[in-house]
T-cell receptor, first 112, second 114 residues
Framework: NAGVTQTPKFQVLKTGQSMTLQCAQD?????MYWYRQDPGMGLRLIYY???????DKGEVPNGYNVSRLNKREFSLRLESAAPSQTSVYFC???????????FGPGTRLTVL | AQSVTQLGSHVSVSEGALVLLRCNYS??????LFWYVQYPNQGLQLLLK??????LVKGINGFEAEFKKSETSFHLTKPSAHMSDAAEYFC????????????FGSGTRLSIRP
């Protein structure tokens, strides 16, 4: 099992460009999550999907959209990137609501 | 509203010494509490979790944490530090049984001196 995979690993964008971060899990988990990690701020939840077809906003959803394509895949889209979105983005999944979360390796995004 | 405070952004201990990483939380309902570890350039992985069973929780790699409701604390300890324990550690709380309300602490970087 690969666990949680994320693509790409690194990305540099110019302000105003758009991009989609991809995430997939092969553990048959119901719940999936997108976080951003910034120095000194820990991880902050962007969006959460409890099951296929449902998504909920987390702590910092502004400027992002998500799609739960199927049970395996959960993508994060930046429609018009801003320098404030420079961060490391992590995808995670869990079996149920309060279960252990399994994290992907992260995507390091720089917006110039 | 729930919150998590990790005291000390950086802790340094000698190899073989006690490791103590502090976490205090605030929650209006019984929480679920977690400690995760992050090694350089990797994602987070679970060390241990408290889900209202035993108050002393044992995790991987010799770590354990004790839930103290009266002190609203969930400190992480390890009796004897090893060089491989050098990493960043995050405390997290889920309130009300909804993972959409998960809050992570700001993290504590643990360094181990030879």
């Amino acid at each position: 099992n690969a666990g949680v995979t994320q693509t790409p690993k690194f990305q540099v964008l110019k302000t105003g460009q758009s991009m989609t971060l991809q995430c997939a899990q092969d553990m048959n988990h119901n719940s999936m999550y997108w976080y951003r990690q910034d120095p000194g701020m820990g991880l902050r939840l962007i969006y959460y999907s409890a099951s296929e077809g449902t998504t909920d906003k987390g702590e910092v959803p502004n400027g992002y959209n998500v799609s739960r394509l199927n049970k395996r895949e959960f993508s994060l889209r930046l429609e018009s990137a801003a320098p404030s979105q420079t961060s490391v983005y992590f995808c995670a999944s869990s079996g149920q609501n309060t279960d252990t979360q399994y994290f992907g390796p992260g995507t390091r995004l720089t917006v110039l | 509203a729930q919150s998590v405070t990790q005291l000390g952004s950086h802790v340094s201990v000698s190899e073989g010494a006690l490791v103590l990483l502090r976490c205090n939380y605030s929650s209006s309902v019984p929480p679920y509490l977690f400690w995760y570890v992050q090694y350089p350039n990797q994602g987070l992985q679970l060390l241990l979790k408290y889900t209202s069973a035993a108050t002393l929780v044992k995790g991987i790699n010799g770590f354990e944490a004790e839930f103290k409701k009266s002190e609203t604390s969930f400190h992480l300890t390890k009796p004897s530090a090893h060089m491989s324990d050098a990493a960043e550690y995050f405390c997290a709380v889920i309130e009300g049984g909804s993972a959409s309300k998960i809050i992570f602490g700001s993290g504590t970087r643990l360094s181990i001196r030879p």
